[in-house]
């Protein structure tokens, strides 16, 4: 699991006891015989029916399930209760992630979040000297977007992270980098060519 992820696991906690109290989990029939999705890599164009977006993995590069994991059952074969993105490693310390989820505070603004994602960095003990080096207005194929740059120092190794955060009718779409300083430019292509594939989809 990602440091990105244990940050966020209480959000996501919460995201998957909002789907068992709705009982709208998403099921994948056993008649296909098809592994669960948390099970295999992703490869090329991959799209969240649930939550409206789409991405191409980059040429080259895998994304994992990035939400709790599947369970197995007896009628359907799995169950998984929310599909929130993909997990792309790029090394060993250094990865690209897509995460979406509906927003936990409707009447935050982008800054509200990008302030929360900083405050995520900050907050963890295994981080030090957090620097925000860049912040800006961005867009997100068709959404405004807030994108900003992180410094810090973890395990003391020099890393990096670049963050974008769209809204959209109630939901939280983000991509990020995380990676060493001495990655980045590498590292920062693959994530340009992620960010341009990035598109609004209809909801199912």
């Known amino acids: 699991m990602s440091a990105t992820q244990i940050t966020r696991a209480s959000l996501v906690l919460l995201i998957l006891l909002g789907g068992v109290t709705l009982g709208e989990p998403?099921?994948?029939?056993?008649p296909n015989k098809s592994p669960c999705p948390d099970t295999r890599p992703w490869t090329g164009r991959y799209r969240n029916y649930v939550y409206g977006f789409s991405i191409v993995i980059p040429r080259g590069l895998r994304g994992y399930w990035n939400s709790g994991r599947c369970g197995p059952d007896e009628k359907y074969g799995c169950v998984c209760l929310g599909d929130h993105g993909r997990f792309i490693p790029l090394s060993n310390d250094a990865h690209i992630e897509a995460f979406v989820g509906y927003q936990m505070e409707p009447g935050w603004s982008l800054r509200d979040h990008e302030r929360q994602a900083i405050s995520f960095l900050t907050d963890d003990k295994n981080n030090e000297r957090v620097n925000v080096v860049r912040s800006q207005r961005f867009r997100l194929g068709s959404l405004h977007a807030r994108r900003?740059?992180?410094?810090?120092?973890?395990?003391?190794?020099?890393?990096?992270?670049?963050?974008?955060?769209?809204?959209?009718?109630?939901?939280?779409?983000?991509?990020?980098?995380?990676?060493?300083?001495?990655r980045y430019a590498a590292d920062r292509r693959q994530f340009e060519k992620l960010i341009a594939t990035w598109r609004l989809t209809p909801r199912v």
């Open 26 to 30: 998403q099921y994948k029939r056993a």
């Open 148 to 182: 900003f740059e992180a410094q810090y120092v973890k395990d003391r190794k020099p890393m990096l992270t670049d963050h974008i955060i769209a809204l959209h009718d109630g939901v939280a779409y983000e991509l990020i980098l995380v990676t060493s300083e001495q």
